[in-house]
């Protein structure tokens, strides 16, 4: 079977970034368009299973969308979920306990109020699909759920995403980027009290200790060779202080960041000038309405007044220098951690 090149039934924009740059937000604000589909951290629960050489059927490409998300379950069974994790929230048939489907975790809650209904849903529609390319069936993923909604643009939005920059291009040639970015030390800040990056660091620091390529290859049977403080977080539960209370360095955070923000602009510099855009976290709090308007220009839907007016009142601008709060010692390790991705954004000093 020759691979065709998937075309876009609609206009697809990926939003990608570091997280905690005001992504969920962001989420939620074009979610209030009438014309977008806006799509909360799909390709981050399906991670690693996204896109694949093979053509795949639609029981298959479902078992994709449907399969458990160890680590995110392992987070809820623990104790130490993330807010970003919305069905356990309000919850329906599935439980951590016996694994929640991966897109029940994060992107069905924020479309609709009936999550398992919309899952059904799904799951009777994908079922019968053709054997075709993944691409090609993430693409009529999209458009069902936009005929489903009535919308008619795609953004998909997931956190920690700047690595996904060329598996998405390559799967979706003709799609856009929107790089979201925060300032360095707020970003950085946030992410030390945020249990997903929390958890991120420790697998980070776990991975170099077995000298294994990243924290995507930490397996359950690396569990003996790791130190009795760390083992049990590759575990199926584990002791919810084991990441919430314990003490980390915040200019390690930092340097993450400055880490993350250098491969992504990195990656983003190989798209097609045309194909990316710069949107910081500072100038949407500081001009929403013209900041939205250049977005929706670029993702190829309409700045409706009305809608903009409600897009305020999302937008939380005391977000704006944590860092100011920090001693003095504290910020200056942070900020020297972040001077090299501040570098690389162009705003150094």
Same mark, same amino acid.
């Given at each position: 079977?020759? +691979?065709?090149?998937?075309?876009?039934?609609?206009?697809?924009?990926?939003?990608?970034?570091t997280?905690?740059?005001?992504?969920?937000a962001?989420?939620?604000? #074009?979610?209030?368009?009438?014309?977008? %589909?806006?799509?909360?951290?799909?390709f981050? @629960?399906?991670?690693?299973?996204?896109?694949?050489?093979?053509?795949?059927?639609?029981?298959?490409?479902? +078992?994709?969308?449907?399969?458990p998300?160890?680590?995110f379950?392992?987070?809820?069974?623990?104790?130490? *979920?993330?807010?970003?994790?919305?069905y356990?929230?309000?919850?329906?048939?599935?439980?951590?306990?016996?694994?929640? &489907?991966?897109?029940? %975790?994060?992107?069905?809650?924020?479309?609709?109020?009936?999550?398992?209904?919309?899952?059904?849903?799904?799951?009777?529609? @994908?079922?019968?699909?053709?054997? $075709?390319?993944?691409?090609?069936?993430?693409? *009529?993923?999209?458009?069902?759920? /936009?005929?489903?909604?009535?919308?008619?643009?795609?953004?998909?939005?997931?956190?920690?995403?700047?690595?996904?920059?060329?598996?998405?291009?390559?799967?979706?040639?003709?799609?856009?980027?929107?790089? #979201?970015? +925060? !300032?360095?030390?707020? /970003?950085?800040?946030?992410?030390? +009290?945020?249990?997903?990056?929390?958890?991120?660091?420790?697998?980070?620091?776990?991975?170099?200790?077995?000298?294994?390529?990243?924290?995507?290859?930490?397996?359950?049977?690396?569990?003996?060779?790791?130190?009795?403080?760390?083992?049990? #977080?590759?575990?199926?539960?584990?002791?919810?202080a084991?990441?919430?209370?314990?003490?980390?360095? %915040?200019?390690?955070?930092?340097?993450?960041?400055? $880490?993350?923000?250098?491969?992504?602009?990195?990656?983003l =510099?190989?798209?097609?000038?045309?194909? !990316?855009?710069?949107?910081?976290?500072?100038?949407?709090?500081?001009?929403? =309405?013209?900041e939205l308007? $250049?977005? =929706?220009?670029?993702?190829?839907?309409?700045?409706? &007044?009305?809608?903009?007016?409600? /897009?305020?009142? *999302? %937008?939380?601008?005391? $977000?704006?220098?944590?860092?100011?709060?920090?001693? *003095?010692?504290?910020?200056?390790?942070?900020?020297?951690? /972040?001077?090299?991705?501040?570098?690389?954004?162009?705003?150094?000093?």
């Open positions: 079977m020759s +691979r065709p090149e998937p075309g876009l039934a609609r206009p697809v924009t990926f939003v990608v970034g997280g905690r740059s005001g992504s969920t962001l989420t939620q604000i #074009l979610h209030a368009h009438p014309d977008v %589909l806006s799509l909360n951290e799909l981050a @629960v399906v991670h690693g299973r996204a896109f694949g050489p093979d053509p795949v059927d639609g029981a298959q490409f479902w +078992r994709v969308l449907a399969d998300q160890p680590v379950n392992a987070m809820i069974r623990s104790g130490a *979920a993330m807010p970003e994790l919305l356990h929230r309000k919850p329906g048939r599935f439980s951590a306990q016996s694994g929640i &489907p991966a897109i029940c %975790l994060m992107p069905l809650p924020a479309l609709s109020e009936d999550p398992d209904g919309l899952f059904d849903e799904l799951a009777a529609e @994908v079922a019968g699909w053709p054997r $075709r390319y993944l691409p090609e069936q993430w693409t *009529a993923l999209f458009d069902w759920l /936009c005929r489903r909604f009535g919308r008619q643009v795609v953004v998909e939005r997931s956190g920690f995403s700047l690595g996904a920059v060329p598996a998405l291009r390559a799967a979706f040639p003709h799609a856009r980027f929107v790089h #979201l970015y +925060r !300032r360095g030390p707020d /970003c950085a800040l946030s992410m030390s +009290r945020h249990p997903g990056y929390r958890l991120i660091m420790l697998m980070t620091q776990m991975a170099a200790q077995l000298g294994v390529a990243g924290m995507g290859d930490l397996r359950p049977e690396h569990q003996e060779l790791l130190p009795p403080d760390l083992a049990p #977080l590759l575990g199926e539960v584990y002791d919810p084991l990441v919430l209370e314990r003490v980390m360095d %915040l200019a390690d955070f930092g340097a993450l960041w400055s $880490r993350m923000i250098i491969e992504g602009q990195q990656l =510099a190989q798209l097609p000038g045309a194909a !990316r855009m710069e949107f910081s976290y500072e100038s949407l709090l500081a001009d929403p =309405a013209g308007a $250049r977005l =929706a220009h670029f993702a190829g839907f309409s700045a409706d &007044p009305r809608w903009l007016d409600k /897009c305020r009142a *999302a %937008l939380d601008p005391g $977000r704006l220098g944590a860092t100011d709060r920090l001693d *003095a010692a504290q910020r200056q390790a942070l900020e020297r951690a /972040c001077a090299p991705g501040m570098q690389a954004l162009g705003l150094a000093g």
